[in-house]
């Protein structure tokens, strides 16, 4: 929501428009909202389509490796899934008529990076490591398999860490001043 | 939600002074000041599903006037000013010194007073806008989250440093 669209009079705040400023605050709400139903839709249905298709498909070119492959990427679907329902819970759940102490403790919480998030990621980065591997491994031509997970690995490992690394730059320089200032202020109070 | 709008309405129609004030601790730049203003408004209007009325409203509102004026701050914590001038309520409570009161009117003395109040940490900053607000002990506690003799003693020790620093005396500062 951007504040500077909206029109204050803070002097005199009778003048104010809050039904603009409501408007705008219900028409924020209905998008997040949208957007949040959006991502869980797309998910339903690339979850059951991909199922069809990769898993219980009755095309006689899917071959057991073909289907477990599948299995694999509907697995890490599913973990993604529920990483991202667990983000759109705990945003939401952001409460700032809490007692000060309270709230920093969990902002604190929020922006910690080695959470339970971080190994699902991580859990969700191996089931498609896995159902890549196996999908590559038939369309390969290497003669031996050990080289073909190699070169499978070579690829997707450089490219994964890559985007985890920059995930965790984001984090520094985004959310742990957050998750500092919030400790720090905890740790103030409780002193 | 016609209900949530009437009394979110109802809330900052009654309230829109307290939560003025609380933005003007926190922001000097009138413009700063209506961002803060508008998010806290933002966050009164998130909020509202939760508020069960177990805490007064004024209570809830104070809460959500500071959190989000500390969140506003950001990585600029440390920067925030508490801003007092000459029309700030109960500024007299902070130096508890019926002599003092009259030369707080002249600007030096105001200026040298915002210097000391800019150089205490942000929850101090946070714990003296309220007792700027004349709150009691226990509505501070319940806001800040913390307990009632720890805010006696934190305000006991602000208020102490502040009078040993106007009164020319070299308390260490943070």
Not at chain 1, 31 to 60: K, V
């Amino acid at each position: 929501m951007t504040r500077n669209n909206i029109q204050f009079d803070f002097n005199n705040p009778s003048n104010m428009d809050l039904n603009t400023l409501m408007n705008r605050m219900k028409a924020e709400d209905s998008r997040n909202l949208r957007i949040s139903r959006s991502f869980q839709w797309i998910y339903w249905i690339m979850i059951p389509l991909y199922s069809g298709l990769l898993i219980f498909s009755t095309d006689g070119e899917l071959n057991h490796l073909n289907r477990l492959s599948g299995l694999f990427y509907v697995l890490s679907f599913i973990v993604f899934l529920i990483i991202f329902r667990k983000n759109t819970k705990e945003f939401k759940q952001i409460d700032y008529s809490l007692p000060t102490k309270v709230m920093m403790q969990k902002a604190a919480n929020r922006y910690q990076i080695l959470t339970g998030r971080l190994l699902l990621v991580i859990l969700a980065l191996l089931l498609m490591d896995v159902g890549v591997t196996l999908k590559f491994y038939q369309e390969l031509t290497m003669e031996s398999g050990i080289i073909r997970v190699l070169w499978v690995q070579a690829i997707y490992i450089p490219v994964m860490t890559t985007a985890l690394l920059i995930g965790i730059q984001v984090w520094r320089v985004k959310q742990k001043p957050i998750r500092d200032q919030a400790l720090a202020i905890v740790k103030e109070l409780e002193q | 939600m016609a209900n949530k709008e009437e009394q979110f309405k109802t809330i900052v129609t009654e309230n829109s002074e307290r939560i003025k004030r609380i933005c003007s601790y926190y922001a000097p730049d009138p413009d700063e000041q209506k961002d803060i203003y508008q998010d806290v408004l933002i966050n009164i209007w998130k909020s509202l599903d939760n508020f069960r009325g177990e805490a007064a409203l004024s209570t809830w509102i104070y809460r959500i006037a500071v959190n989000t004026s500390l969140s506003y701050m950001g990585k600029s914590y440390k920067k925030m000013k508490l801003n007092v001038g000459t029309d700030t309520l109960n500024l007299n409570s902070l130096i508890q010194d019926s002599g003092y009161e009259e030369k707080l009117m002249e600007e030096e003395q105001l200026n040298r007073l915002q210097i000391e109040l800019n150089q205490l940490s942000v929850i101090d900053k946070a714990l003296i806008s309220l007792q700027l607000e004349g709150l009691s002990i226990k509505e501070i506690a319940d806001i800040i989250g913390i307990t009632e003799p720890n805010v006696k003693v934190k305000i006991h020790r602000i208020k102490e440093t502040l009078r040993t620093q106007l009164k020319g005396g070299d308390h260490d500062k943070e």
